[in-house]
């Protein structure tokens, strides 16, 4: 199983989900499970995600220092089993985006790992205009959608192992 996780710009949302997701994962024995991100912006290709980010994920045991940002490929609709976005309009611009023969499914990470926000769009909101606590509530959302994660996973490898 690959994920690849999708927002913006790929220096807040998508690398602290990344990094929720690894941590998470590993927790739970599923290292087998291959977790990327990207943006689908290219204005912070190569950088590292935001020092708010880094430092949010770090006061949560989880080092996403070493990620770099980079912009959704054509690629990966073939290497990604699912491209999970942040939000609806990430979605709308990765469908748009689905080259010919990109196999990948494409939801929200909210959404696909079932997760519930409490009647919202399933949106992650961008921290980035904000301060450390819209950090915090992201780190939040994202936390509790790679437990989900775990959770849908488990639970497939639990089905795959009854047939």
Known sequence: MQL??????????SPMAEG????????????????????TGDWHVGEPPDRRA????????????????????????RRFDWLLCADLQN??????RRP???GARIDLFTRWSGHDLGGGDGA?????????EHFEHVWSVVD??????????????VSRGRD
């Open 4 to 13: 690849l996780v999708v927002c913006l710009g790929n220096i807040c949302r």
């Open 20 to 39: 929720a997701l690894r941590a998470r994962l590993q927790r739970a024995g599923l290292e087998h499970v291959q977790v990327d991100s990207a943006g």
């Open 54 to 77: 880094i430092a949010t994920a770090a006061r949560h045991g989880v080092d996403i220092a070493g990620l770099r940002a980079r912009q959704l490929q054509a690629a990966d609709y």
């Open 91 to 96: 979605l709308r611009d990765v469908q748009a």
């Open 100 to 102: 010919d023969g990109g």
């Open 124 to 132: 992650i909101p961008d921290p980035y205009t904000g301060g450390e």
């Open 144 to 157: 509790a959608a790679a437990g989900a994660a775990v959770r849908r996973l488990r639970g497939a490898a």
